[in-house]
């Protein structure tokens, strides 16, 4: 039986913590689009557009862009199509100041509540583990993101243990958060995640 998702989910975590592959496996999974910012600025950088040109010293430095790019890029991709299923939204809002225009947006499409999918983890294993994912894509030939490297992954942990780490704190007293342990094993966050998510999964019509 098919099953979907009932609400928008927000991923939040630091680099490292698995949040960009989960979010990929619940949208694949359950029917939803993934949305994925810093995706969808890579694009805006391999494309050559005033978007991308603005924003890739920024990001190559592991620093977040600018808000109002953000909030840009968002409503472009509401604007661009009608999006009548659950979004995975991976990236974004990623600072106290993106939740404002995020809600804007979000109650302008009539999106409902997001539930709030938090992996937490140390910036020990969070370094640990992008340093490997380095190593492990060198070992395999395949191309290493312009912003995986030792000196710049310090400066993406930084910013979002500053910038980032307290949306935890504020997402804490809405009616739908979860707090995943990110620590553990692949299959295990998995199995976390599937089970905290089980109220905010029905059958597909
Ligand atoms: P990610 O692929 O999520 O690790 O994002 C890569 C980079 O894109 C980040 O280090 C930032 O430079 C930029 N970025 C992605 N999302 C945002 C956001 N919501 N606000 C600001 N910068 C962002």
Do not use: W
């Not at 698995?18 to 999974?29: F, H, P, S, V």
């Not at 890029?73 to 993106?98: A, S, W």
């Not at 739908?176 to 620590?183: E, G, T």
Request: aromatic content about 6%; overall charge negative; glycine content about 8%.
């Amino acid at each position: 039986m098919n099953m979907k998702l009932t609400h928008d989910v927000i991923v939040l975590g630091p680099p490292g913590s698995g949040k960009g592959t989960q979010a990929r496996l619940l949208a694949k999974e359950f029917g939803a689009r993934h949305y994925e910012q810093g995706q969808l600025l890579r694009d805006e950088i391999a494309s050559g557009s005033d978007i991308g040109q603005k924003v890739q010293a920024l990001m190559n430095s592991g620093k977040l862009v600018p808000g109002e790019i953000i909030e840009q890029v968002l409503e472009e991709y509401f604007k661009k199509q009608e999006i009548n299923t659950p979004v995975v939204f991976d990236g974004v809002p990623r600072t106290m100041d993106q939740i404002s225009f995020f809600e804007r947006v979000m109650n302008h499409h009539n999106r409902g509540e997001q539930v709030i999918l938090c992996f937490e983890l140390s910036d020990e294993i969070s370094e640990r583990r992008l340093l490997g994912r380095v190593a492990d894509y060198e070992g395999q030939g395949k191309e290493v993101r312009a912003d995986d490297n030792s000196e710049v992954i310090k400066t993406r942990i930084k910013e979002y243990q500053t910038l980032t780490a307290p949306l935890l704190e504020h997402y804490k007293s809405y009616p739908h958060f979860i707090s995943i342990d990110a620590s553990m094993t692949i299959p295990e966050v998995d199995a976390a995640v599937r089970t905290a998510l089980k109220p905010y999964i029905i059958a597909a019509k």
